[in-house]
């Protein structure tokens, strides 16, 4: 046996295992990581892994016939890069097993070769050299830098610090295996002498030292069997490092190669840096997407939120009542382009169209507004929801709404009659209502109003009763219409200028007072409705004498002089229905009393007019009585105020049609 091989030889030796190695030569298991610049990696930078890799073929080290191990020698080079300079991970080791791989092994102290169960167990049938760079006392061992011969177990049978002996002097050199640097492990069994010598040295020595670093004197063959697998092993534990395998030369006798690498491969530092680069940018695209991420959702959320809240809306009408959200081009063909010829009427709230929607003959009126803020708007959406539900034939049916730009349309039953208002001036030219129709229209009124006070689910008050309200159909029956749109047009003011929704003339006292609205101020408000219908005639008639010019007040004059019926148009006057007049006035005057805990309410006011209940006999001492008892000089004062001042944004009727 030579202890020289040409360097031609070795070139060819370490051709010979590259060339293998990129052919699959060896198969990787765990963290391996093969094939690039004629190296391969036992570890990553992943903690607590380990990796395997083994030849392909297995080894015949046993002569069957004779049972003996035969000789080999083993020549490889490794590095190892370690994440702390100062701290190794676990190591790496040559392998020489039973099976290709090393099932159940763990990685950390176990070096990926054993575990806890069948360390140093001797059906193992394993011979390990470590390259040790962690020290377990578990295991004894002597340093945490050190080479191990090991049988079975973990507990090494020989060992020493890493480190060769000089062939000059005999001194040794210590050698540190996590420096980073390519050394040489040189492993060679004598089977006649029974001696295993292990020697490590660096990479540029290509001539092994004379003198082992270790050495065992033990025949190997009970540990062995006649086939065995040769590969190499490392792992990680809580700190990492990357165990290098770049060549490696196997010969079965004894041997001492003289192997150069010729080249030294340059190892790449460990990737601490990169992997820091990496995970800081990692993290700030992860940072970046999560801001991204929730700004988006943010505003999803915001865009869903008020997509929800009209959606919301828009099934519950839909789903049950059939008011629904209109296409604006739909309204605005409906209204030929809201052309001045289809205007129907200007009022404090908007302007109202008369449509016909496309493709049926259903005729509607709709009503722009405009709205300022947002917040009312969507609380009036709700309000809308809440009317659109609303059926009762003296309502005038919501057919649905319509948002575009600053507006909100809403769609209504077009009332081919049109308002009750245009029918209380004392206009020569103007047709005039039969009692019956008056009567009717009074009792309307009071039906729709006593289903919203009293017959639907919730409350609600309509705000704004007047005759520009009460709408009446081709049947002239009356409906109420704009319910809630006094409220939205108060919410569309600033509560602190205290300005109040309404009509002029019909807001009752108190609720100048106090600002708020009942059912007994659309009482009030009602009461003055009746008084105008029966008489035909404006609340206030400026051109009037004086004493008639406040309707109310005229009419409770010709009470107390028992001429109540001097009130009406003489045309209507009939001897059979006298009674039925002076009954729905003297029911007007205590519908619109200054107090309100005189006025009674709709279900009382529903019964007195289908004749169900009678007024009281003493009736005019009861308003008379309250009226000088129970109301207080301050609301007087209030009233008194509220009518010279013009400033006050009170609109619609009185001031487009009142002299
Ligand atoms: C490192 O090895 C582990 C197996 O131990 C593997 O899951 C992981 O993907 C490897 N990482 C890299 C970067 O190759
Ligand atoms: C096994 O040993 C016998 C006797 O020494 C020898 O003749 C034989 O060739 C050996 N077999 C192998 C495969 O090396
Ligand atoms: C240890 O490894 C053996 C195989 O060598 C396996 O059967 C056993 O389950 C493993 N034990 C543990 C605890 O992983
Ligand atoms: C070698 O290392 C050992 C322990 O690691 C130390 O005690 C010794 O002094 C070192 N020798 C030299 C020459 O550095
Ligand atoms: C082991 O090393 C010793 C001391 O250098 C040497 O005498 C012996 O021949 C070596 N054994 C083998 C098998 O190389
Ligand atoms: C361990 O190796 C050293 C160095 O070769 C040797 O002197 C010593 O006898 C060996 N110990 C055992 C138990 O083989």
Known sequence: ?????????????????????????????????????????????????????????????????????????????????????????????????PTRDLPGASSDQYLGIFNE???????????????????????????DNHVGININGLRSVNSSSAGYYDDKNGKFHNLSLISGKVMRLSIVYSQPDQQLNVTLFPSEMSVPPQKPLLSLNRDLSPYLLEKMYLGFTASTGSVGAIHYMIGWF???????????????????????????????????????????????????FVFYMRHKKVKEVLEEWEIQYGPHRFAYKELFNATKGFKEKQLLGKGGFG?????????????????????????????FLAEISTIGRLRHPNLVRLLGYCRHK??????????PNGSLDKYLNRNENQERLTWEQRFKIIKDVASALLYLHQEWVQVIIHRDIKPANVLLDHEMNARL????????????????????????????????????????????????????????????ER????????????????????????????????????????????????????????RPAMSAVMRILSGVSQLPDNLLDVIRAEKFKGWPETSMEVLLDVNSLSTLAFTDSFVSHGR
């Not at 690498?261 to 790449?268: A, S, V």
């Not at 530092?269 to 999560?290: D, E, F, H, M, Q």
């Not at 496309?358 to 969507?378: L, N």
């Not at 001097?566 to 006057?573: C, P, Q, V, Y």
């Open 481 to 540: 219409g704009d319910f809630g749109l006094a409220k939205m047009y108060d919410q569309g003011f600033d509560p602190e200028t205290s300005k109040v929704a309404g009509t002029f003339g019909y807001i009752a006292p108190e609720f100048l007072r106090a600002g708020r609205a009942t059912t007994s101020t659309d009482v009030y408000a009602f009461g003055m409705v009746m008084l105008e219908v029966v008489c035909g005639r404006r609340l206030i």
């Open 543 to 598: 051109r009037a004498p004086e004493n008639e010019e406040v309707l109310v007040d005229w009419i409770l004059e010709l009470w107390e002089n028992e001429k109540l019926l001097d009130a009406t148009e003489e045309s209507i006057r009939q001897e059979h229905n006298r009674g039925q007049i002076e009954l729905v006035l003297k029911l007007g005057v205590l519908c619109s009393h200054q107090a309100a805990s005189v």
């Open 1 to 97: 046996m030579s202890r020289e091989l040409s360097l031609c030889q070795a070139i060819l030796a370490l051709f010979f295992t590259l060339f293998y190695n990129s052919q699959g030569y060896f198969i990787p298991k765990g963290s391996v990581g093969i094939g690039f610049n004629g190296y391969f990696t036992l570890t990553n930078t992943t903690k607590h892994a380990y990796g395997q890799a083994f030849e392909r073929e297995p080894f015949s080290i046993k002569n069957s016939s004779t049972g003996l191990t035969t000789s080999f020698s083993i020549n490889f080079f490794f590095s190892i890069v370690p994440e702390h300079k100062q701290q190794g991970s676990h190591g790496m080791a040559f392998v020489i097993s």
């Open 406 to 415: 600053e507006n909100l349309y809403l769609v209504y039953d077009y009332m």
């Open 117 to 143: 169960t069948n360390n140093g167990k001797a059906s193992n049938n394993v011979i390990a050299i470590e390259l040790d760079i962690h020290k377990d006392e578990e295991f004894g061992d002597i340093d």
């Open 250 to 300: 196997i010969s079965g006798e004894v041997d001492y190669p003289t192997l150069e690498l010729g080249r030294l491969p340059t190892l790449p530092p460990y990737p601490k840096k990169a992997s820091n680069r990496t995970r800081t940018v990692l993290a700030v695209c992860l940072t970046v997407s999560v801001i991204v991420a929730c700004v988006a959702s943010w505003i999803g």
């Open 351 to 379: 302007q109202v169209y008369k449509g016909t929607l496309p493709g049926s003959d259903a005729e509607i009126a709709v009503k722009r507004t405009s709205h300022g803020s947002r917040q009312g708007m969507s609380e």
